[in-house]
T-cell receptor, first 115, second 114 residues
Framework: AQSVTQLGSHVSVSEGALVLLRCNYSSSVPPYLFWYVQYPNQGLQLLLKYTTGATLVKGINGFEAEFKKSETSFHLTKPSAHMSDAAEYFCAVSALNTNAGKSTFGDGTTLTVKP | DVKVTQSSRYLVKRTGEKVFLECVQDMDHENMFWYRQDPGLGLRLIYFSYDVKMKEKGDIPEGYSVSREKKERFSLILESASTNQTSMYLC?????????????FGSGTRLTVV
C-alpha cells in the first residue's frame, strides 16, 4: 500500500521568492511519484513525474522536484514564484504492482503568491 | 491535443434523483477513474476500470455505481442522490502500459444536490 503526506495545506510566498512544497511518501516497493497542479475550477494537470533514473526531474512552468529515497521525499520547488503559479498542488504515488496504475493522492497544498 | 471530456461543468440535482456523470477520453487509454474532491479531503477514489466492462471499487464506492460499455466512455451513476454527494467529481484516464504514465484529467463536474 502507498500513502502520501503533503506538509502544509497552505503556503504563501512573495512574487520572485522560492517556492517549496513538501511531499513525503510511503511505499513498500519502488514508487512512481507525481506532482499535479489544479487551477481554480479546472481539473488536475501533470506537472512532472519520477519513475526511474535521474532523481532530479524537471517539469513544466519551471518547476522541478527531487526524489530522495533516504528521506522518502519528493519536494516540489521553483526558484522564483510568479503570480500565475497560484493554484493547488497535489503529490501522488503509484507503483509497478498497483492495480490499473492507480495513484494515491495527498490532500493538496494551496499556493498563494503575493505581489 | 489529448483530452478527457466530462459532459457537464455544473450540475444541480434534487435529492433522490438518479444522476449520470459522463466521461469520454480520446487517447485509447485502458484505465479510467472517478474521484471526488472535497475541501481538506483531497481526491478520493470512487471507482476505476481497467478494461471494458471491468470495474473495481475504490475507497468510497457507497452510493455510486459505474458503467463502462465502450473503451472511451466511463459513466458514474448516483443511484439516489443525497446532499452529502454534493462535490466536485473528477474523471481521469491513464495508459494501460504501467503505473508510471500518470493521469490525464477532465475539467471536473461540480455537482450540487438540493
Amino acid at each position: 500500500a502507498q500513502s502520501v503526506t503533503q506538509l502544509g495545506s497552505h503556503v504563501s510566498v512573495s512574487e520572485g521568492a522560492l517556492v517549496l512544497l513538501r511531499c513525503n511518501y510511503s511505499s513498500s516497493v519502488p514508487p512512481y511519484l507525481f506532482w499535479y497542479v489544479q487551477y481554480p475550477n479546472q481539473g488536475l494537470q501533470l506537472l512532472l513525474k519520477y519513475t526511474t533514473g535521474a532523481t532530479l526531474v524537471k517539469g513544466i512552468n519551471g518547476f522541478e522536484a527531487e526524489f530522495k529515497k533516504s528521506e522518502t521525499s519528493f519536494h516540489l520547488t521553483k526558484p522564483s514564484a510568479h503570480m500565475s503559479d497560484a493554484a493547488e498542488y497535489f503529490c501522488a504515488v503509484s507503483a509497478l504492482n498497483t492495480n490499473a496504475g492507480k495513484s494515491t493522492f495527498g490532500d493538496g497544498t494551496t499556493l498563494t503568491v503575493k505581489p | 491535443d489529448v483530452k478527457v471530456t466530462q459532459s457537464s461543468r455544473y450540475l444541480v440535482k434534487r435529492t433522490g434523483e438518479k444522476v449520470f456523470l459522463e466521461c469520454v477520453q480520446d487517447m485509447d487509454h485502458e484505465n479510467m477513474f472517478w474521484y471526488r474532491q472535497d475541501p481538506g479531503l483531497g481526491l478520493r477514489l470512487i471507482y476505476f476500470s481497467y478494461d471494458v466492462k471491468m470495474k473495481e471499487k475504490g475507497d468510497i464506492p457507497e452510493g455510486y455505481s459505474v458503467s463502462r460499455e465502450k473503451k472511451e466512455r466511463f459513466s458514474l451513476i448516483l443511484e439516489s442522490a443525497s446532499t452529502n454527494q454534493t462535490s466536485m467529481y473528477l474523471c481521469a484516464s491513464s495508459h494501460g502500459g504501467g503505473a508510471n504514465y500518470g493521469y490525464t484529467f477532465g475539467s471536473g463536474t461540480r455537482l450540487t444536490v438540493v
